[in-house]
């Protein structure tokens, strides 16, 4: 069954850094994979999505993603981090046979000034 | 404004009590899901809908129901809450329910409801 794993709970930058955030994921095929970010108190909003195609994505807020077949990754990174990208970041990949999302358990970023 | 809206947004309820969060979305969406979030576990489905009067199972649907009456509308009945209910749950909603299995439309969330079951 296809799953992702996000194997940092928590990560500490500080601002005007750069972040890298690990994402792994185990899928039959030819995987499209996602990533959201949940700000404080907030639903949940897609930063970049993946495909085929070019295995760098760009996605909002200076965010992108390299998938990575051979590694089984979609890294999420930004070169230089704001205080307002403070928020909790979630891989996600499609479910089988339904219209859902799996989700990783999560990355907590929290940024120091 | 394109969005997902539910409602109430936070709720303190005891066990057994009947209670429905509402969920609602304003982008003439065909598929509509819940979630529930918890510490460490991620996101997961609890149902989902395709369409009007079309709905599924999803991880984890044990103690809940749906209905799909409109398009629009997408209300989680917990019918007898019990205290492992107590979670954070999302609504989310999609363009498109056709297709293959895999699914490539962005799906867009609501900004939570917070259920404590005492």
């Known amino acids: 069954a296809q799953s992702v794993t996000q194997p940092d709970i928590h990560i500490t930058v500080s601002e005007g850094a750069s972040l890298e955030l690990r994402c792994n994921y185990s899928?039959?095929?030819?995987?499209?994979l996602f990533w959201y970010v949940q700000s404080p108190g907030q639903g949940l909003q897609l930063l970049l999505k993946?495909?085929?195609?070019?295995?760098l994505v760009q996605g909002i807020k200076g965010f992108e993603a390299e998938f990575k077949r051979s590694q089984s990754s979609f890294n999420l990174r930004k070169p230089s981090v704001h205080w307002s990208d403070a928020a909790e970041y979630f891989c996600?990949?499609?479910?089988?046979?339904?219209?859902?999302?799996?989700f990783g358990s999560g990355t907590r970023l929290q940024v120091q000034p | 404004e394109a969005q997902v809206t539910q409602n109430p947004r936070y709720l303190i309820t005891v066990t057994g009590k009947k209670l429905t969060v509402t969920c609602s979305q304003n982008?003439?969406?065909?598929?509509m899901s819940w979630y529930r979030q918890d510490p460490g576990l991620g996101l997961r489905q609890i149902y989902y809908?395709?369409?009007?009067?079309?709905?599924d199972k999803g991880d984890v649907p044990e103690g809940y129901k749906v209905s799909r009456k409109e398009k629009r509308n997408f209300p989680l009945i917990l019918e007898s809450p019990s205290p492992n209910q107590t979670s954070l749950y999302f609504c989310?909603?999609?363009?498109?329910?056709?297709?293959?299995?895999?699914?490539?439309?962005?799906?867009?969330f609501g900004p939570g409801t917070r259920l404590t079951v005492l």
């Open positions: 996600a990949v499609p479910s089988t046979g339904r219209r859902a999302l799996t």
């Open positions: 989310a909603s999609s363009l498109q329910a056709s297709g293959g299995a895999a699914s490539t439309d962005t799906q867009y």
């Open positions: 993946y495909f085929s195609g070019d295995t």
């Open positions: 809908s395709m369409n009007v009067e079309v709905t």
């Open positions: 899928y039959g095929a030819t995987p499209y």
């Open positions: 982008m003439n969406h065909e598929y």
